[in-house]
């Protein structure tokens, strides 16, 4: 069934995906900062038949990335989901700028890294699938998280555009848009989440339309009728209703 790659797969949506494609004859390599969390994500996978390999970095320490990219196999399928939430703080006037270049590093940086990295590898022998994970967040310009949407922004042209370079190559990119999903990254936030989705369910659709070539995924599938609307609703009234929060 092949060999999958997975960043963040130590919590949340990267978990879900690793217990979505354990089987038997699958050959895992997952990601993740947190040792702990990403051995007992490994274990349920072995106990689903899956080969897994694991590696404990952080995102931000470059030369631990491209360590890792040199000592992976090209994969079949590489899903580059790990990224860094929050919002700033009420009472700051923006955010703290170690923060968000730690922000800006898992999100934007580490996954056009990783993702170029491994086309390379893919283009060269006509085929891969290359998944990375946005946020809806990427369509509006949120004054609580500006750095947020920003790096999710990149992500979503980054995508985007290695796909239009990558086909011709055989290599497929899929983007992810999740809206609510119920994880720590999501648990922290205490504004009402419509449309909640549980990160096993999001896990199987992103699996299922994965497997379809799917250059685009949202879920849950209602944000993409949020997304169709952000662009049809004047800028001036996105960003007055954003302004709310
Ligand atoms: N949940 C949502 O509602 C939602 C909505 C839109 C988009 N997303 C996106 O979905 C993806 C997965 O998020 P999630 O909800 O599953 O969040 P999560 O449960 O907080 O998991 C985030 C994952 O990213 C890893 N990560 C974070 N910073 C890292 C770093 N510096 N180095 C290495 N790994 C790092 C974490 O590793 P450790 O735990 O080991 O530190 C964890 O495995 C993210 O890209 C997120 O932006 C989520």
């Known amino acids: 069934?092949?060999?999958?790659?997975?960043?963040?797969?130590?919590?949340?949506?990267?978990?879900?995906?690793?217990?979505?494609?354990?089987?038997?004859?699958?050959?895992?390599?997952?990601?993740?900062?947190?040792?702990?969390?990403?051995?007992?994500?490994?274990?349920?996978?072995?106990a689903r038949g899956a080969h897994v390999a694991t590696s404990s970095f952080d995102l931000t320490d470059l030369e631990a990335l491209?360590?890792?990219?040199?000592?992976?196999?090209?994969p079949d399928i590489a899903i580059f989901n790990a990224g860094l939430g929050g919002s700033v703080p009420h009472d700051a006037v923006a955010q703290d700028s170690r923060a968000a270049g730690r922000m800006a590093m898992v999100n934007f940086v580490a996954p056009v890294i990783g993702a170029n990295a491994v086309a390379d590898k893919m283009g060269r022998r006509g085929a891969g699938h290359i998944v990375l994970v946005g946020s809806i967040a990427a369509?509006?310009?949120?004054?609580?998280?500006?750095?947020?949407?920003?790096?999710?922004?990149?992500?979503?042209?980054f995508a985007e555009a290695?796909?239009?370079?990558?086909?011709?190559?055989?290599?497929?990119?899929?983007?992810?848009?999740p809206g609510f999903?119920?994880?720590?990254?999501?648990?922290?936030?205490?504004?009402?989440?419509?449309?909640?989705?549980?990160?096993?369910?999001?896990?199987?659709?992103?699996?299922?339309?994965?497997?379809?070539?799917?250059?685009?995924?949202?879920?849950?599938w209602q944000y993409a009728a949020i997304g169709a609307l952000s662009r049809v609703v004047p800028k001036f009234l996105v960003r007055a209703i954003l302004s709310k929060f």
């Open 181 to 220: 999903i119920d994880t720590p990254m999501s648990q922290s936030v205490t504004e009402p989440k419509p449309f909640l989705m549980t990160p096993e369910k999001a896990a199987a659709v992103i699996k299922r339309k994965v497997a379809r070539g799917a250059r685009q995924v949202v879920v849950p």
């Open 1 to 46: 069934m092949g060999n999958i790659l997975i960043s963040g797969a130590s919590s949340g949506i990267g978990a879900a995906l690793a217990h979505a494609y354990a089987a038997p004859g699958v050959d895992l390599t997952l990601w993740g900062r947190d040792r702990a969390r990403l051995q007992s994500v490994a274990e349920t996978c072995r």
């Open 66 to 74: 491209h360590a890792a990219l040199d000592a992976a196999v090209c």
């Open 139 to 157: 369509l509006f310009p949120l004054p609580m998280a500006p750095t947020y949407s920003g790096s999710k922004a990149g992500i979503k042209m």
């Open 162 to 177: 290695l796909d239009a370079r990558m086909r011709r190559h055989g290599v497929f990119v899929t983007l992810v848009s």
